[in-house]
């Protein structure tokens, strides 16, 4: 059983940075876990953003690339995404997935809102 809990939304303006962290709570170990962001705009699927494996190894979604960074502390349970030079088209509820099994864990999710 993992919980995650997502901070770090909020509203900027088109160019500005935003830094998300996924902070999470387990009694198994945390370093198993692959871990991603997904981020999702109402009427629409989540969409798969950006992931780091135990390994550190990580994938940036095409039109996030240069822009976000995926980075993991394994000590402190958390994962963060550094957001650069944000466009509107970014606007959507950003969640945290641990990935394992069919589901996984899901935190709640944070808004991130670009506009001018």
């Known amino acids: 059983q993992v919980t995650l809990v997502e901070s770090g939304g909020g509203s900027v303006q088109p160019g500005e940075s935003l830094r998300l962290t996924c902070s999470a709570s387990t009694k198994t170990r945390f370093e198993i876990y692959p871990m991603a962001w997904y981020r999702q705009v109402p009427g629409n699927q989540r969409e798969w953003v950006a992931q780091?494996?135990?390994?550190?190894?990580?994938a940036v979604t095409d039109s996030a690339e240069g822009r976000f960074t995926i980075s993991r502390n394994n000590a402190k349970m958390t994962v963060d995404m550094q957001m650069n030079f944000l466009s509107p088209q970014d606007s959507a509820v950003y969640f945290c997935h641990a990935i394992w099994g069919t589901d996984g864990y899901w935190g709640p999710g944070t808004q991130v809102t670009v506009s001018s």
């Open positions: 780091i494996t135990p390994e550190g190894r990580v």
